[in-house]
């Protein structure tokens, strides 16, 4: 039998969290400088920012005329993306999915751009978040903000009934958002949960929209996962703050309004990506290569009642999951977590023409880059650089030497930025945890190392270190543990194992 692993032992309640002073901003500059960034921007890119006008770019199409909207977080101001979908007479759905065209401001050589380059991406610490670009731009001129006209990178594809893409070409744009939404507003609506947000419920025509686009999003993910595109549902934490201190965590789960958002952007990436196959040109891909733990992904599923074969298959792994969902949903989170950590980060490669990087393991994807968030993602930027050179029939504005050198440097750049952002996480719930020594908590191992052995309390999700207990224990096992101590300036939060769970 399964134990019940969603409720604590002892209940976390923000009534029962007993802060401990610590200044968690300071904590978030030091972080980042500590791991090689460099928030601070430098005197040339703030002359750069007063002088600032876009490059025109030619034969961009005018878009403005179209229902666009966008759906993120409630409080992002950095927003790379929009949406707008067109029902078609045969059934089939035309997606058009804005991102902001940073290089029309960024362009390659100013000192805006070696910035960008040597940080690679915007860093998010939780109380504090460091740019990749200065927000004059980022939440600025290149945020696709609501009722301001701005230039875009726009990739299109029709969405078959059986969510096959086809016909898809980028283009560069002027575009005009007419509803900045967010995921916690739409997503209950979509889903039947709640009613419409007021700007949904303002304009039956966004409601059409919408709902348009949640079937076109559908359609790819069921199509997705008949490739074998892995179906993960894990929930994420944030710090409830007030007064510059924690006083809860909080846990946040993805809904359909996130779904289709990744949907969409995950179908613009393969699509951005065969582009460059076909036009034959290098670039920069992302890729999550294939396990080399699965035959701990093996076992984890014999502990559950599944066979996997012995060699690495994603369609038969995205079964099992399928399956475990169905049949057990309480605890399907934790299984999520469990083989994410399994198949381990993805990264960046330079890939020239006719080469074979493996694809993205994940997403079951032959052909998958990243262009759909320029704003925070330098590998973006480049992406956005070699489509408007094709479609101005230039030369590609990089050698296959520097997409190498830029790819590798974005790997070590976002692996440092998960640190800080797992740092500061720790730091952020050990305040929050601090008047809880002592006390017991249901955990899953979550990493197995030299480093140590790290587990994660399932309510609220949060990570430690077992200092106590750690023969035999291995990621997926299930224990109860207790609190011995935390430590803010630190980041540790460090268990006792009190006894192994039956799985």
């Known amino acids: 039998m399964v134990p019940q692993l969603s409720v604590p032992s002892v209940p976390l309640s923000l009534h029962s969290i007993v802060p401990i002073p610590y200044d968690l901003n300071a904590a978030a500059l030091q972080t980042v400088t500590d791991n090689g960034f460099h928030p601070q921007f430098p005197p040339e890119v703030e002359a750069e920012l007063n002088a600032l006008v876009p490059v025109n770019t030619p034969g961009a199409v005018d878009q403005r005329g179209l229902l666009w909207s966008s759906i993120d977080n409630d409080t992002s101001r950095d927003l790379d ?41 915007t860093v998010y610490a939780e109380v504090r978040t460091f740019p990749m670009l200065p927000e004059q731009l980022s939440t600025g001129l290149t945020s696709l903000l609501q009722d301001e006209d701005r230039a875009a990178i726009v990739t299109e594809y029709i969405v078959g009934l059986n969510g096959e893409v086809t016909d898809t070409r980028s283009y560069a744009a002027t575009v ?37 686009q949640n079937t076109a999003a559908q359609r790819l993910l069921e199509a997705r996962h008949r490739l074998g595109a892995l179906s993960f549902e894990r929930s994420e934490t944030s710090a409830i703050i007030e007064n510059g201190q924690v006083t809860g965590l909080v846990a946040a789960t993805k809904n359909s309004a996130a779904m289709l958002i990744e949907n969409f952007m995950v179908a613009a990436n393969e699509a951005m990506a065969r582009t460059f196959v076909e036009k034959k040109v290098s670039s920069i891909r992302r890729v999550v290569s294939q396990p080399k733990r699965w035959d701990r992904i093996v076992e984890l599923a014999k502990r559950v009642g599944g066979a996997l074969p012995a060699k690495p298959d994603v369609k ?76 101005a029939n230039a030369a590609v504005p990089y050698t296959d030497d520097e997409l190498n050198n830029i790819a590798t440097h974005c790997t070590e750049r976002e692996d440092a930025a998960r640190k800080v952002e797992r740092t500061m996480q720790k730091r952020i719930a050990a305040v929050a945890m601090s008047g809880k020594v002592g006390q017991t908590f249901l955990a899953m191992a979550t990493g197995v190392s030299d480093k140590g052995t790290f587990v994660r309390v399932i309510d609220p999700p949060m990570e430690g270190r077992l200092m106590q ?13 207790r609190l011995i101590r935390t430590d803010p300036a630190r980041g540790f939060i460090d268990f006792a194992k009190v006894r192994e769970l039956p799985h």
Request: proline share 4%.
């Open 316 to 391: 038969a792994l995205n079964e099992f999951l399928l399956q475990r969902k169905a049949a057990d949903p309480d605890h399907y989170a934790d299984l999520s977590l469990s083989v994410i950590k399994l198949l381990g980060p993805g990264e960046y490669k330079m890939q020239r023409p006719g080469d074979d990087d493996g694809g993205h393991f994940s997403l079951a994807a032959h052909d998958y880059t990243h262009s759909t968030a320029p704003n925070r993602r330098f590998a973006d930027v480049v992406t956005q650089r070699i489509l408007k050179a094709l479609g």
């Open 469 to 481: 207990g750690t023969e035999d224990i291995d990621v997926g096992d299930k224990l109860e543990v």
């Open 176 to 212: 005009r958002n007419k509803a900045q939404l967010a995921y916690n507003g739409v997503g209950p609506w979509l889903d039947g949960k709640a009613a419409a947000p007021p700007k949904v419920a303002a304009s039956l025509e966004l409601q059409a929209q919408l709902k348009l």
């Open 81 to 121: 993306q929009i949406e707008v979908a067109e029902q078609l007479s045969d059934g089939r759905i035309r997606v058009l999915v804005g991102i902001a065209d940073v290089d029309a401001y960024v362009s390659k050589g100013l000192a805006l751009d070696t910035h960008a380059k040597a940080e690679t991406t």
